[in-house]
């Protein structure tokens, strides 16, 4: 027996993988263990599909000095848009929208370290109204934030909160600076203890080896991560990362299948850069992946709901919240 099917009989059984094991695995043939993959995500999850969209709640001008990013001050891109956070009935109209096409979970993205109790008061308005108007699922990615600041988001309504680890803890001083891996781990559980559920995973493509991927999945899996994003880098002019090779489909394919190794029941969920994929992601989600954003990402363009509804029936998926 491979160690892909060994591995895939076991986890089955119940059994986490560890570093080791999940690093055995790149190795493996991408067939068989695209195939295993797919296998798991069926027995564990069925053939649901978790769809959300996002909005760009508040725009440029961060603070934060993350090496991928358009958004940050510290660099000099083609970014022109800058504002600060959206009004409700800004918010709203979107929220309305994705919910007519077939969205059942609408996030609300803003840039900066974190929002400030001031804002957090004006986006937990927002955040009653969209429910109120529409009844769909609200995530919030707003920085750095405590746990009485949560406690006040979900009190509004959210269901979930998005912190990305962006890659390991032995990596991640080499993209960003101005704030930890600590504070961020943090984070998801003050999310957590205010009774949030947590989504977070990274980027694909900062320079990072297979190592850290492998390390940040097993961290979010540690922190009881069930919603993990699996961004692809879209070299952004101006950025440090502007030259950063990007990575290919099947190298792509591979990361996924093993993240869908490491967290069997988890939504491994395509996020920014698919559009760079020819695919779309489809051969991504036959090899693991079960998740989406869909839409336009926070500066770059993305995948129309539309097409990604169309995709998602040709593979037989059936788009449900978890």
Do not use: W
């Not at 695209?34 to 909005?55: H, P, S, W």
């Not at 999945?217 to 440090?240: D, Q, W």
């Not at 090899?287 to 709901?305: C, E, K, P, Q, W």
């Amino acid at each position: 027996m491979s160690i892909v099917s060994e591995l895939k009989e076991k986890i089955l059984a119940g059994y986490q993988i560890n570093q080791k094991e999940a690093m055995e695995l790149f190795k493996e043939p991408l067939e068989e263990l695209q195939e295993a993959a797919d296998e798991l995500r069926k027995y564990f999850c069925g053939n649901r599909f978790d769809m959300c969209t996002i909005v760009n709640g508040k725009c440029g001008k961060c603070s934060e000095d993350c090496k991928y990013c358009a958004q940050s001050a510290h660099y000099h891109t083609n970014l022109e848009e800058s504002y600060p956070l959206l009004s409700t009935e800004d918010m709203l109209q979107g929220a309305i929208q994705n919910k007519e096409r077939g969205v059942l979970r609408y996030s609300i993205v803003t840039s900066g370290r974190k929002l400030s109790d001031e804002e957090v008061t004006k986006v937990c308005e927002s955040i009653r109204e969209i429910r109120k108007k529409t009844g769909i699922e609200v995530c919030v990615s707003f920085g750095l934030l405590g746990e009485e600041q949560f406690r006040r988001i979900k009190e509004a309504g959210a269901s979930r909160v998005h912190c990305n680890l962006e890659t390991s803890k032995r990596y991640f001083p080499q993209v960003c600076t101005t704030h930890t891996y600590e504070e961020k781990i943090e984070t998801l559980k003050a999310a957590k203890r205010a009774g949030l559920s947590v989504c977070s995973g990274g980027i694909i493509g900062l320079g990072e080896t297979m190592e850290d991927r492998v390390d940040m999945v097993l961290t979010a899996r540690e922190l009881g991560v069930k919603s993990i994003p699996v961004n692809l880098l879209n070299p952004i002019p101006g950025t440090p990362y502007e030259k950063n090779p990007i990575v290919s489909n099947e190298e792509l394919c591979r990361i996924v299948a093993i993240f869908r190794f490491i967290i069997p029941d988890g939504d491994i969920r395509l996020a920014g850069g698919r559009g760079i994929v020819g695919d779309k992601g489809e051969q991504c989600f036959k090899s693991g992946a079960n998740a989406a954003i869909s839409g336009d990402m926070l500066t770059t363009a993305g995948i129309t709901v539309e097409t990604d509804m169309e995709l998602l029936e040709k593979l037989g998926y059936k788009v449900e919240l978890a």
